[in-house]
């Protein structure tokens, strides 16, 4: 307790002491901040690329996926929850680019304390009470850990050079922050333009979608896709006046048409059929037409991606665009700044070194 008051009154302190407040999180050696991949694990990487290569792929479509959080601190004084709410999109940030600190706090999933995003808007909503909506652009590319196998002897030996001693992807994505596995598979992430990473996971059904596939859900490790382009935020028990209604009566449409749903979000707004929108949009439910949703098949022959073997592991920030917006990586900062509009802003308290 005392050190969280200390650590409020300094975030306090330095947040006064500055009319227009831009916060950048140090380069302290706890943090994978400003580091670039070094020529050192260059055959490493490539090597991992190499027999990863058939879980390298992109989204021929625009998928989207679904994380619940917990907002009600948020809510008592404002009920009507907005779209796209800036406190609930900085958070959403603050998740996906906790992937890449040593110093966060280990959860016993992969890549601990990241964003976990369900392939549908009902399997997850027991963790919270405020729904989030991503759009994963087509073109975006996504490392599909469902399927793989043991890594090689030659890659485990060079592995365990760099005191790694994982054999496999999900246990490198489940290690410890400060492990070399986390960090080796960080920079794979990044050097490969990984948006996402697909793993085995339980989903709901409904009559459009009974594959195995559907059984999924993904890390996202892109920050761009917290902006509000990409992602949407919703409280379901109020429905303001926000010109959001459309989308609300979607995911709503999608809701009744799982079984076993438990809540009955916006219960004064009218639900859209979704039609054919859940087979063309959510992974996993029409694998015959959308190769991506199948699980990767080891044995399949893959071109490996293109590595940048000079993409920075960001502690804020934002990495080169996705998908549709493919084409001006230059403009983009690849370590940013916070700008903090409050003191007792989250995502100020989440990224500032005490």
């Known amino acids: 307790m005392k050190h969280s008051l200390k650590y409020l ?35 490493l990487l490539r090597k991992l690329a190499e027999e990863l290569s058939p879980a390298f792929k992109e989204f ?43 110093d966060k706090r280990q959860g016993s999933d992969m890549m601990g304390m990241s964003y976990y995003a369900s392939v549908d808007p009902v399997d997850t909503d027991m963790f919270g009470d405020c729904v989030s ?49 986390h960090e080796i598979i960080t920079r794979l992430a990044l050097a490969a333009r ?8 339980s989903g ?13 859900a993904f890390i996202l490790v892109n920050p761009t896709l917290a902006g509000e382009k990409y992602t949407k ?33 916006w219960p004064s707004l009218s639900a859209s059929s979704p039609g054919d929108w859940i087979k063309e949009h959510l992974f996993g439910c029409n694998p015959d037409k959308y190769p991506e949703d199948k699980k990767t098949d080891p044995r399949a022959t893959k071109a490996m991606p293109e590595l940048d073997f000079n993409a920075k592991i ?21 370590d940013g700044i916070i700008k903090a509009k409050s003191a007792l802003d989250p995502v100020v308290r989440a990224l500032l070194n005490p």
């Not at 948020?74 to 959403?92: C, G, I, L, W």
Request: charged share 20%; net charge negative.
């Open 9 to 43: 009154h300094l975030s306090l302190s330095f947040l006064l002491a500055m009319t227009c407040v831009q916060v950048r999180a140090d380069d302290s050696s706890n943090v994978l901040s400003a580091q670039t991949v070094g020529k050192s694990q260059e055959a």
């Open 60 to 102: 021929s479509r625009d998928v989207y996926v679904y994380h619940w959080g917990d907002c009600r601190y948020q809510t008592n004084n404002n009920p009507a929850f907005p779209v796209n709410d800036e406190f609930a999109r900085e958070s959403v940030q603050r998740l996906i680019l906790w992937t890449y600190r040593k």
């Open 133 to 181: 909506e991503t759009r994963l652009p087509a073109k975006a590319r996504f490392l599909d850990e469902r399927g793989t196998t043991g890594f090689g002897s030659e890659l485990s030996a060079m592995l365990q050079l760099e005191g790694c001693h994982e054999t496999t992807l999900m246990a490198m994505f489940a290690s410890g922050n400060s492990s070399p596995c």
């Open 194 to 201: 990984v948006s996402a990473v697909a793993y085995s996971y």
């Open 204 to 216: 709901a059904s409904a009559a459009d979608c009974t594959t195995p596939e559907h059984q999924s």
């Open 233 to 265: 935020v919703f409280n379901p028990a109020h429905a303001p006046e926000d010109g959001a209604h459309e989308t609300r009566s979607k995911i709503k449409g999608i809701y009744a048409e799982f079984a076993g749903t438990r809540r009955k979000p």
């Open 314 to 334: 960001p502690t804020w920030g934002v990495l080169p665009p996705i998908g549709d917006d493919c084409c001006n990586t230059a403009s983009q900062p690849q």
